[in-house]
C-alpha cells in the first residue's frame, strides 16, 4: 500500500509524525487537555483560543471519551476510549487543505495511489454553542478527518475564523499499518524488546470502563456532580472583582473546567441510559449556558483581546 | 442572476451556460453585446417662470448646467428640459460591476468567512478567473473582490493535473480543463459514471441498482471520475438485500450491483476521483475494508436480533419498549402498542381481517424498533419487523403488516391491501390522532412535529382506498375517552381537583374536533382529484359524514352532476326557489313546510311541477338506500325542467293568500326533495 522506505510501523510512530509536520509548519505542539472530554475540540487550546482576535496556532494529541461507544473491547472500530489529533490555526491559512494533504503524505498515505474526498460538511457542537461548515476528509470510502471552519464558538461569532483539523488516530493509523481490528495494532515498534499492542495497553480497560458506563456508575452521584459542576461554573464566573490583592482576575479557564466537567457527566448520565429523549435537549442547554458565559468571560481577558499589533493580512 | 444583472446595465447576449464541479463553478456567456445601448433621457423641469430655486433643485438632480438645459413650449408656457445622455459603456466594466454584486449577495443556503476576511462563500473563495473574449482577443475583466482579483488562469484536477494555466476564451477553458482531467458539466460526469458503473456490473453479470438521488450526488463529489466495482464478500450475502443496499448508500456513498435472475445485491461500484497506477487496486481495496467493517457490523446486529427473536419471540424483543417514552403525558411505547394492539382488534371486523390476526400484528409491530439493526439503521423500520417477524414463526398476513403499517407515508407513497395489514395501519395512525387530541396537542398553522397531517391522510387514503366503511365519529370518541379514562387513572396528579366526568365530558368535543380535521384534509386530497371543496361541504352537511367512503361516493356522484347541463341549471332553479322562500319565511316569520296541495295548482306548470316532486321523490328514497347517489342525482335532475318551467310562468307571491301559500309550501318541498341528497347550498357560484 505504501512505499516500505517511508512506510510508519507502529501507532506512536504515526503520532510522532504528526507532530513533527506540525511542530515545523509553525504549530505550538501542546499537550493533551488533562481532562475527560469527549473531543478535541473541548480542550481550552480550542474551544476559548478560536474566540477573540489574537492569532493562534497550536496542534495537539487528545484522549477522547466516548462512554456510549464502549464495546469491552471486542468490537474492531469502536472504542469508547481512543486519541484525536487537533490542529487549530487562527485565522484559517488559504493553504489549509494543502497543508492537510501534506499531513497525509507524511504518514505515509500516497495521493497518487489513494481516493481522497472532500466531502461537504457542516459542524455543530450544541453542547458548546458552536457550529462550523468545511468537510469531512475521506480516504478509500473510509472518513479519516473533519475539516471546519468555525463560524461560531460559544454563541460568539469568530473573527477572524479558526481552521481546525481533527484526526481520528486509530481508524486512520489502521488503515496506514494494514490492520482489521484495532487490538491488534502495534502501539510501540513491532520489533522493540517489549512489543506493545493496543490491545496489551487498552483491551482491559475497555473492558472495566464499559462495565463501569453502562452497568455501575452511581447515576445518583452523576446527578449530583453535574449540577455541582453547574452552579461552581457560575460561582466561579461571578466572584467579585478585584481580589483581595487587589488583582482582576477573571478566572475563565477554571469555569471552562466545570463547563468540561458537566458536559463529561452528561455523557456518562447517556450511556446509563437515564436520560429520556425529552431531558436530552435540556441538558445539552444547560451545558451550552456554561460554555456560553465561559466565552464571555473569555474574551474579556487578556488572552482573548485584541493584539495590540493590527493583524497582517492573511 | 448574473444575466439579469447584465441585460438590466444594457448588455444583451445569446446565451448562458452553467457548469460546477466539487471545486469551481463556471459561467459562460456568449454573444455580449461589446457596449451597452447609449441611453437619452428626457427629463421635464420646473416652468422658466419658476423660482430660482426649483431650477437649481432641477439642475442639482440632473447633474446638468444651466447652459445645457433646453427652453421648450409647453401648453402652459416655456419649461426648462434637460436632455440627459448616457454613452454606452464597454462590457468588461459592466460584467466586473454586475459579478463583484453577484459574488458578494449570492443566495447560499449556507455560507461561511475564513482566514480574516469578511466576504462569504461556500467554502473558502481562492481564485477568480474571468475574461472577456472577441475578435480582437481575450482580455480579463477588471474585476476585484475584497483581495481576489480575477485573472486569467485556472487548475486542473487537484492531485492530476495541479498546475496552473492561463485560456483564452471558453472553449479553451472547457478543452484544457478535461486535459487538466476535470469534466466541466455534472450532467456529463453522470452520465459517464452510470456509464461505466453500467458496464463493470454487466462485466460481473450484474446490474446496478438506479439511484437518481445518489448519482447526483456523487457526481458532486469528484471532477475526474473512475468507477471501481468490486464483489461483496460471500460471507455477508445472507444479509438481507436492503440492509445491504441501506449500509453500502448511507454509509460509503456505494452503488448496489444485483443479479438479476435472483434479486440479490451481490456487488457494489463506488466512483473514485483519480486514475492510478495500480489501476485503482489500493482505492478498491481500501473501499472493500471499509465495506467489510459495515457490513460485519451488521450482520452482527442481524445475527443478534435473530437470536433474540428465536429465543424470546417478537414479543421479547419488544419489552424494552416499557422504558421508552412515546410522550411524556401519553406513556411509553409499550403502553401505546397495548391501544394500538385493542384498537387493530377492534377495526378487523371492518376491513375484512381476523382480529386474532390482527392483533397478534399490533402486538408485534413495534418490536423491531428495539433491535439493533433499527438501532443503527433507524431506516429500517417495519422492513427489519418483517423478517424478524418471519424467523419468529409468524405468518398469514402478520409479518407483511409489521412492515406496512406504516404506510402510506406520502401522497403518494402506496396504500396497503392486505386486511392484516390495513387493520394495524389504521389503528396505529388513529391511535396517534386520537392520543394527541386527547391530550390537546393539535398541530398548528406552522407546526406539526408529530405528523398529525400525514397520519390523518394515510387513514383517509386507507379508508377510500380499500372501500372502508366505519363511522369514524363512534369510533374516535370511544378512543379518546378511553384514553382520558387512563389518563385520568394514570395520571390524576396531572388534573388537579377536576372530577372524572368533567374530564371525560372532552371526548365528545374533542372526538368532533378531530372529525372536522380529518373533512379538512380530505377536501385537500379530493381537491388534488378534481373534486371542489365546496362539492364537498354540500356532502358534509348530510348524515353519515363520518362514514369517509360514502362521502366521497356521494361526492364524486354530485361533482359529476353539477358538471352536467341539468345539474348547473338545477342548482339555479333550487337556489332562486330557496331565496324566494327563505325571504318569505323571513318576512312572515313562519316555515312553510306544511304540505302543498296539488288542488291549489292554478296552472298546468304548478301541476306538473307536483307531479314531477312526487315522481323524484319515490325515485330518491330507495336510491338513497342503496346509496345509488348517481341515479338519486337523475332524480332531482329530472326536476330541472319543470322548476324552470314553473319558474317562467308563475308568480310565487300571488295577491291570493292562500295560492300563495301553497307555492311557498310547494317551493319547501323542492328544497326538502334537493336536501336529501346534497345540501345545494353550500355550492358556490
Keep these: 500500500m505504501t512505499d516500505t522506505a517511508t512506510a510508519p510501523r507502529s501507532f506512536q510512530e504515526i503520532i510522532l509524525r504528526l507532530m513533527t509536520y506540525w511542530g515545523a509548519r509553525g504549530c505550538a505542539v501542546l499537550q493533551p487537555y488533562d481532562m475527560e472530554v469527549g473531543a478535541g475540540t473541548f480542550h481550552p487550546a480550542t474551544t476559548l483560543r478560536s474566540l477573540g482576535t489574537r492569532p493562534w496556532a497550536a496542534a495537539y494529541v487528545q484522549p477522547s471519551r466516548r462512554p456510549t461507544d464502549g464495546r469491552y473491547g471486542e468490537n ?98 489502521m488503515y496506514v499499518l494494514g490492520v482489521d481490528h484495532v487490538m491488534d495494532m502495534p502501539f510501540n515498534d513491532p520489533s522493540a524488546r517489549i512489543p506493545l499492542t493496543y490491545g ?115 | 442572476m448574473v444575466t439579469d444583472g447584465l441585460v438590466e446595465a444594457g448588455l444583451t447576449y445569446a446565451g448562458a451556460a452553467a457548469f460546477s464541479t466539487p471545486r469551481r463553478l463556471a459561467l459562460a456567456i456568449e454573444g455580449l453585446t461589446a457596449t451597452s445601448r447609449a441611453v437619452r433621457e428626457e427629463r421635464k423641469g420646473p416652468a422658466a417662470s419658476a423660482p430660482d430655486t426649483a ?196 454509509h460509503q456513498k456505494f452503488f448496489s450491483l444485483r443479479n438479476p435472475k435472483t434479486g440479490r445485491i451481490e456487488g457494489f461500484a463506488t466512483v473514485a476521483n483519480r486514475e492510478t497506477v495500480d489501476h485503482g487496486a489500493t482505492i478498491l481495496a481500501g473501499n472493500n475494508k471499509v465495506l467489510s467493517a459495515r457490513l460485519s457490523d451488521a450482520r452482527f446486529f442481524w445475527e443478534n436480533d435473530l437470536r433474540t427473536v428465536k429465543a424470546q419471540g417478537m414479543e421479547g424483543m419488544a419489552v424494552g419498549l416499557a422504558l421508552v417514552t412515546f410522550h411524556n403525558k401519553l406513556g411509553s411505547q409499550a403502553e401505546r402498542v397495548l391501544r394500538v394492539e385493542a384498537l387493530a382488534r377492534e377495526i378487523a371486523p371492518l376491513v375484512g381481517a381476523a382480529p386474532d390476526l390482527a392483533a397478534e400484528a399490533a402486538r408485534i409491530c413495534k418490536a423491531d424498533l428495539q433491535s439493533a439493526m433499527v438501532g443503527e439503521f433507524p431506516e429500517l423500520q417495519g422492513l427489519m419487523g418483517r423478517y424478524y417477524a418471519a424467523a419468529a414463526s409468524h405468518n398469514d398476513g402478520v409479518p407483511q403488516a409489521c412492515e406496512m403499517h406504516y404506510k402510506p407515508l406520502g401522497p403518494t407513497d402506496a396504500v396497503p391491501s392486505d386486511p392484516v395489514s390495513v387493520a394495524v395501519a389504521m389503528a396505529d395512525k388513529i391511535d396517534t390522532l386520537t392520543g394527541f387530541w386527547a391530550i390537546d396537542e393539535k398541530p398548528t398553522g406552522s407546526k406539526d412535529p408529530f405528523a398529525l397531517r400525514r397520519a390523518a391522510l394515510g387513514v383517509i387514503r386507507l379508508v377510500l382506498g380499500n372501500g372502508v366503511r366505519c363511522n369514524l365519529d363512534a369510533l374516535f370518541g370511544a378512543r379518546i375517552r378511553w384514553i382520558l379514562d387512563y389518563l385520568y387513572n394514570w395520571q390524576s396528579a396531572q388534573f388537579g381537583d377536576v372530577e372524572r366526568d368533567d374530564v371525560l365530558a372532552k371526548a365528545a368535543p374533542a372526538s368532533s374536533d378531530l372529525l372536522a380535521f380529518f373533512h379538512d384534509r380530505l377536501k385537500v386530497y379530493l381537491r388534488d382529484q378534481g373534486i371542489r371543496h365546496d362539492v364537498i361541504d354540500a356532502c358534509l352537511a348530510m348524515p353519515g359524514n363520518d362514514d369517509l367512503t360514502l362521502l366521497v361516493k356521494r361526492a364524486e356522484a354530485l361533482a359529476a352532476f353539477l358538471k352536467t347541463d341539468d345539474g348547473e341549471n338545477l342548482t339555479q332553479g333550487f337556489r332562486r326557489a330557496n331565496n324566494i322562500l327563505t325571504q318569505a319565511e323571513q318576512k312572515d316569520g313562519v316555515e312553510y313546510s306544511y304540505g302543498a296541495d296539488p288542488k291549489f295548482a292554478e296552472t298546468a306548470e304548478e301541476r306538473a311541477l307536483f307531479k314531477a316532486l312526487d315522481k323524484a321523490e319515490a325515485a330518491i328514497a330507495p336510491a338513497m338506500k342503496t346509496e345509488d347517489f348517481a341515479a338519486a342525482m337523475a332524480a332531482i335532475a329530472a326536476l330541472r325542467a319543470p322548476i324552470d318551467a314553473f319558474f317562467t310562468a308563475v308568480q310565487v307571491n300571488s295577491d291570493n293568500a292562500v295560492i300563495r301559500r301553497n307555492r311557498l309550501n310547494l317551493l319547501h318541498r323542492i328544497r326538502a326533495t334537493c336536501a336529501q341528497v346534497a345540501d345545494l347550498n353550500r355550492i358556490e357560484g
Design chain 1, 76 to 173: 474492531p472500530n469502536r472504542l469508547q476510549h481512543y486519541y484525536q489529533y487537533q490542529v487549530l490555526i487562527k485565522p484559517s491559512p488559504p493553504d489549509l487543505q494543502d497543508l492537510y494533504l501534506g499531513s497525509l503524505a507524511a504518514i505515509g498515505i500516497d495521493t497518487a495511489l489513494h481516493d481522497i474526498r472532500f466531502v461537504e460538511d457542516d459542524w455543530e457542537s450544541p453542547t458548546l454553542g458552536a457550529w462550523g461548515l468545511g468537510w469531512e476528509v475521506w480516504c478509500d470510502g473510509m472518513e479519516v478527518s473533519q475539516f471546519t471552519y468555525f463560524q461560531q464558538v460559544g454563541g460568539h461569532d469568530c473573527h477572524p475564523v479558526s481552521g481546525e483539523l481533527t484526526y481520528g488516530l486509530e481508524r486512520l493509523a
Design chain 1, 200 to 314: 496489551d495497553i487498552f483491551r482491559q480497560t475497555e473492558q472495566e470502563y464499559s462495565r463501569w458506563n453502562f452497568d455501575q456508575a452511581d447515576t445518583d452521584m452523576l446527578l449530583r456532580h453535574f449540577a455541582d459542576a453547574e452552579a461552581e461554573c457560575a460561582r466561579i464566573l461571578a466572584a467579585p472583582q478585584p481580589d483581595k490583592a487587589g488583582r482582576h482576575i477573571i478566572m475563565a479557564h477554571p469555569a471552562y473546567d466545570q463547563c468540561i466537567k458537566a458536559s463529561h457527566l452528561f455523557n456518562l448520565l447517556d450511556a446509563r441510559g437515564v436520560i429520556s429523549v425529552t431531558e436530552r435537549q435540556a441538558y445539552i442547554g444547560r451545558v451550552r449556558t456554561l460554555a456560553r458565559a465561559c466565552a464571555d468571560a473569555f474574551v474579556t481577558t487578556q488572552a482573548g483581546a485584541d493584539r495590540c499589533e493590527s493583524l497582517t493580512d492573511a
Design chain 2, 55 to 250: 431650477l437649481q433643485g432641477f439642475l442639482r438632480s440632473t447633474g446638468l448646467a444651466r447652459e445645457q438645459l433646453e427652453l421648450r413650449d409647453d401648453k402652459k408656457g416655456q419649461v426648462w428640459f434637460a436632455v440627459i445622455e448616457k454613452p454606452g459603456r464597454p462590457a468588461a466594466a459592466i460584467v466586473a460591476e454586475v459579478l463583484e454584486a453577484v459574488i458578494r449577495g449570492f443566495p447560499w443556503p449556507k455560507s461561511m468567512r475564513w482566514g480574516a476576511g469578511t466576504l462569504r462563500w461556500v467554502r473558502p473563495l481562492h481564485s477568480i478567473l474571468c475574461v472577456l473574449t472577441d475578435e480582437h482577443g481575450a482580455q480579463v475583466v477588471p474585476l476585484t473582490v475584497d483581495h481576489l482579483t480575477a485573472g486569467a488562469t485556472t487548475r486542473g484536477h487537484r492531485f492530476m493535473a495541479p498546475a496552473p494555466f492561463a485560456v483564452t476564451g471558453f472553449d479553451d477553458y472547457a478543452a484544457r480543463l478535461e486535459r487538466g482531467f476535470v469534466v466541466l458539466d455534472a450532467a456529463a460526469r453522470e452520465a459517464a459514471i452510470w456509464h461505466d458503473a453500467t458496464t463493470q456490473a454487466f462485466a460481473r453479470g450484474l446490474e446496478v441498482v438506479p439511484d437518481a438521488g445518489l448519482l447526483a450526488e456523487v457526481a458532486g463529489l469528484v471532477e475526474w471520475p473512475v468507477v471501481l466495482a468490486g464483489l461483496i464478500d460471500p460471507a455477508f450475502l445472507e444479509l438481507p438485500p436492503e440492509v445491504l443496499q441501506t449500509s453500502m448508500r448511507s
